[in-house]
């Protein structure tokens, strides 16, 4: 073994900051005979350094961050602030300086991730980034190099914990989203402005990163379809049951079927209690894998937190320190193709439609001739009378597969019927 220690850079000491240093700490010896050299923590870059860490030596802390990473003796940097920047700079800088960089970084990977390649490449370094994606599951290793020879069709997956847990709780206990997403809270899985999670940012972020690197082409988070969660409501999962099916914030990845673009979306969507990823419980996260020759693989686990995020990024440091030692580069960016990103109104799938409608005779026939007139073939139609006695019904229409323009070109006319009184709620199905 190596007896001259490779240095590692910490930028960010927060929950898992501080979860890498206490591994690297108490597993040096672990982590020294699967690198073939020890590993030692040179620096780690704060905002407060007054605040007290436990079990870090208050010598290595310092708030110049881009001192430390120009440092030059400095062999890899482990970047967990987050955000654009000043991220975006520290990496691009330690590259200029000699060292590789491990991420879990998806805002910056989905916005900027083929420049940051680029520099890597410029400058014979490394870019992992497990940790960006689904927390300590094993997914982008996979995906970039055990799925290399294969072809990757679909990715569809859930990839944000909170979001999950929201979905689950409504599914299980009836709650409301606002009820779920207060427990959620108190329990810690949702932040205290859990915007990003809720609208789907996170989940945005992350199906851009997924998409890239299953399809080989460049898809940056502007190219991500994204709706939120905030309007599922209870009803949304009596129907969702009615059909067999549970609701979930799904991460879809998608290569048209002549192979000529792919498209990337996240949004609320019904799937059949039998498809694997109905089970998914919790803050528990899973991708589901379609491809040619592996078929179907599905992948599961933590996808958050301190400790599961913080050992993704400790596999991604002891691969980036073994190729250091070998004086050799893992793999690089993969976008080789260059599939064009097709628009939302390409997609197609099934949709579920719940409408509230005057209770007279015709209104089906109207309906229905409207769905006709946009090219969308209904497979069932439920109509249930009002118990309030306001003269309204509610009408719940499933389609065949459908493209997503001529949906909203459906839902767009139907609005305009005067037998229509508003469109309760659209889902699409997924997973079937």
Not at 76 to 105: D, K, Q
Not at 172 to 184: F, H, I, P
Not at 290 to 300: I, R, V
């Amino acid at each position: 073994m190596r007896t001259r220690p490779l240095k590692v850079a910490l930028l960010g000491c927060g929950v898992v900051g501080s979860e890498v240093a206490r591994i690297m700490t108490t597993h040096a010896d672990d982590l020294a005979a699967r690198i073939g050299a020890p590993v030692e923590l040179a620096g780690v870059a704060v905002r407060r350094p007054s605040k007290v860490r436990a079990g870090i030596d208050p010598a290595l802390i310092t708030t110049d961050a881009t001192a430390l990473v120009k440092r030059g003796d400095i062999d890899v940097v482990v970047e967990v602030i987050g955000g654009i920047e000043p991220a975006r700079s520290l990496i691009t800088t330690a590259f200029e300086h000699g060292a590789s960089v491990v991420s879990a970084n998806k805002a910056l990977l989905a916005q900027d991730g083929a420049a940051l390649h680029a520099a890597a490449d410029d400058h014979g370094a490394d870019l992992y980034y497990e940790a960006a994606v689904a927390g300590a599951i094993p997914l982008i290793r996979p995906l970039r190099e055990s799925l290399a020879g294969d072809k990757v069709n679909r990715v569809l997956g859930i990839v944000n914990g909170t979001t999950n847990f929201i979905l689950d709780k409504m599914d299980s206990t009836g709650a409301g989203y606002q009820e779920a997403l207060d427990e959620a809270t108190a329990l810690g899985y949702a932040e205290a402005d859990p915007t990003a999670d809720v609208e789907g940012f996170d989940a945005a972020a992350k199906a851009a990163i997924l998409a890239g690197i299953a399809f080989h082409t460049r898809v940056r988070l502007d190219d991500v379809y994204r709706e939120g969660m905030i309007e599922v409501t209870a009803a949304d999962f009596a129907s969702a049951k009615a059909m067999g099916c549970t609701i979930k914030l799904l991460a879809i990845c998608e290569r048209a079927a002549d192979g000529g673009s792919v498209t990337a979306r996240v949004h609320p969507a019904m799937i059949p209690l039998t498809h694997p990823l109905a089970s998914v419980r919790g803050a528990y996260n899973a991708v589901f894998v379609e491809s040619d020759a592996a078929g179907q693989l599905m992948f599961y686990g933590p996808g958050a937190g301190g400790a599961p995020t913080a050992s993704a990024v400790l596999g991604d440091l002891v691969a980036v320190c073994r190729n250091k030692l070998s004086g050799a580069t893992g793999p690089g960016d993969s976008a080789y193709t260059q599939l064009p990103v097709s628009p939302m109104g390409e997609v197609v799938t099934r949709y579920h439609i719940s409408l509230d409608v005057a209770d007279k005779p015709g209104v089906l026939a109207q309906v229905a001739t409207v769905f006709a007139e946009h090219g969308v073939s209904i497979d069932t139609v439920r109509q249930q009378g009002r118990l309030d006695g306001g003269g309204d019904a509610s009408l719940v229409v499933v389609t065949h597969r459908a493209s997503d323009a001529s949906l909203t070109g459906t839902v767009e006319a139907l609005r305009n019927l005067d037998t229509v009184r508003g469109v309760a709620s659209i889902m699409r199905v997924e997973g079937e």
